[in-house]
């Protein structure tokens, strides 16, 4: 186990990386801990987890709403949490998010822990300090910016990951290979999905860049004013796409970052090559390039998407792989690149 | 209309005293604004608030939970707000604290503006960023500190305010005389509750010198680690009280200060005389002093307080009147303590 330590705004977080979940003790003081899971990990860890109180709910996007709130609250109260109770949020994207969340509202504020489980939320969901919860098919429209006090790495937890959360998490590495990293990208071509898969030193090595590069965004613009918004390549009609039709969020942020390459051909003089090895290399680690969708329940929901304002968006376009820009598009010229490109 | 600016932490809070409410469009840029109120003050108001887009919901206490909290979401999401929509909290202590958290929460954090409308919103709930919903009969378990941008001092308001919530107000202007102004005491004492509610210029001069009180004491210490805890005088057993019986805050608030004088004789030398001060203040000003409740009951409350913690509470004691202590207090020497005093 070894430390890095992000400081983000007035708050250190500490990473913790090549750790066990059993030293996880090390870390915490005499307060009182409580952790929150999913019954799928409670089931694979429950020696491990029963050590400590849990609250676990059911796994899965569907859940990540104010029900499951409203019911880890009751179940806070039951166990006597109070101001200086320590929660740990053990899980991937959902359980992160939630914990999150319930830290930044429980009596004005907890201090927690998170241990992500899954690839996606090892190198995005549990990184950066954002929370929240889906309001219908709105995605993450409830939520506030919470730093945690550590996030802990213990890769053994991937052993029991289905493969379609490797594919999810994929998305996302490929997607920071995108904006900010083209030596990643040349990486992610030279290996294979299944190398990631069952080399140990590998996946290590490949989280740790893929941590690097989202703190260190999220710790020059935690509020996301300009450079935090390139993390949402794809993620404008990913987003969208993804509560309208219940697919995996890995799945929506890959047909996202697709219509985002085909419109910075068009707006950004993104070179078609380009968008070819991203196609190419989103294939080899198996995720899906587009989809057939209903434009206008699509722009329903993307007006209400945080992104969006004053009849427009802050579009992520590329200008090569490696290299994010920002750029304002109104409502309507992106409904005509739309109807063109996809 | 005049302002004056108070700093907490990183964030400036402009009040603007002997304001009229149709001079607020003066404050606002050209952002989608919402108002927040409750349904009685628009139908007192109603000429003047339906120039904006309003969200409304059944007044009162019982109604600050997450139901309204929900209800207000959806309402906002109908009325296409973003995050850069400014809400305005127009009410009492329930609508500006709900304004408050749906603002920190709603897509992450909007900024908002509050206009609190009765004298206790004046002087204590608006100011501070405190925010938050109960649960239950467990108050204010959920919420945030965040600031507003304004808060806006329209006297006007108090003209349709029932006496009882006249009498709620003084509940907390007494209790910022009693730990920090021995002079503000004494005008207390020297004027009438008739003559405050009838003399426009010696109210405004008591409100606006409540508010410095309590925004010199929250930018003190924004996040109470130390003296905002004073503000907590009258309300640790006031708390436990109110929801478990449904009594009106300041009442509530007048009982506890009453026994927090009485441990205070006990524990910290506070006279005998000043007690009996401080019970003739709270009379003349139409408060109750003392009420019967059931013990067990209340200590099952009062440890899910967010101020109760390793099973004891940082009780505000008075030392003398202007003057207020903090000592912490575990929970079976306050039972035993309490069983005698009360």
């Known amino acids: 186990m070894y430390k890095i330590e992000y400081l983000f705004s007035q708050k250190k977080v500490s990473c913790y990386f090549d750790a066990e979940f059993s030293d996880i003790q090390e870390l915490l003081t005499d307060?009182?801990?409580?952790?929150?899971?999913?019954?799928?990990?409670?089931?694979?860890?429950?020696?491990?987890?029963?050590?400590?109180?849990?609250?676990?709910?059911?796994?899965?996007?569907?859940?990540?709403?104010?029900?499951?709130?409203?019911?880890?609250?009751?179940?806070?109260?039951?166990?006597?949490?109070?101001?200086?109770?320590?929660?740990?949020?053990?899980?991937?994207?959902?359980?992160?998010?939630?914990?999150?969340?319930?830290?930044?509202?429980?009596?004005?504020?907890?201090?927690?822990?998170?241990?992500?489980?899954?690839?996606?939320?090892?190198?995005?969901?549990?990184?950066?300090?954002?929370?929240?919860?889906d309001v219908g098919v709105y995605k993450n429209m409830i939520g506030t910016i919470r730093q945690p006090e550590f996030i802990f790495y213990d890769y053994n937890f991937l052993e029991t990951l289905p493969t379609k959360e490797w594919v999810n998490g994929f998305a996302e590495i490929i997607k920071h290979a995108c904006i900010k990293d083209?030596?990643?990208?040349?990486?992610?071509?030279?290996?294979?999905?299944?190398?990631?898969?069952?080399?140990?030193?590998?996946?290590?090595?490949?989280?740790?860049?893929?941590?690097?590069?989202?703190?260190?965004?999220?710790?020059?613009?935690?509020?996301?004013?300009?450079?935090?918004?390139?993390?949402?390549?794809?993620?404008?009609?990913?987003?969208?796409?993804?509560?309208?039709?219940?697919?995996?969020?890995?799945?929506?942020?890959?047909?996202?970052?697709?219509?985002?390459?085909?419109?910075?051909?068009?707006?950004?003089?993104?070179?078609?090559?380009?968008t070819a090895r991203i196609i190419r290399l989103l294939t080899a680690y198996h995720l899906p390039i587009n989809m057939e969708f209903d434009h206008q329940k699509f722009f329903e929901i993307l007006k209400m998407d945080k992104k969006c304002m004053n009849n427009g968006v802050h579009f992520i376009l590329l200008k090569s792989i490696g290299h994010a820009q920002i750029k304002f598009i109104s409502l309507s010229d992106l409904e005509n690149n739309i109807k063109e490109t996809i």
Do not use: W
């Open 182 to 274: 083209a030596v990643m990208f040349s990486d992610l071509e030279k290996y294979t999905f299944h190398q990631y898969k069952t080399d140990r030193k590998l996946i290590a090595e490949l989280i740790e860049k893929n941590v690097l590069i989202k703190s260190q965004i999220v710790a020059e613009d935690e509020f996301e004013k300009e450079e935090r918004k390139f993390l949402n390549f794809g993620h404008t009609i990913g987003h969208a796409i993804e509560n309208l039709y219940g697919i995996p969020h890995g799945h929506a942020v890959s047909i996202g970052m697709v219509a985002a390459c085909n419109l910075s051909e068009k707006l950004n003089n993104f070179s078609q090559d380009a």
């Open 31 to 133: 307060q009182q801990i409580v952790i929150i899971t999913d019954e799928v990990l409670y089931t694979h860890y429950e020696k491990e987890i029963k050590k400590f109180p849990v609250i676990k709910f059911a796994a899965g996007e569907a859940h990540k709403n104010q029900s499951i709130v409203d019911y880890i609250i009751e179940e806070l109260i039951k166990l006597g949490a109070h101001k200086n109770t320590f929660l740990i949020g053990l899980g991937g994207g959902v359980v992160t998010d939630i914990t999150g969340y319930i830290a930044a509202v429980y009596m004005r504020g907890l201090s927690f822990g998170l241990v992500p489980t899954t690839v996606l939320a090892m190198v995005d969901a549990a990184i950066g300090g954002k929370n929240g919860i």
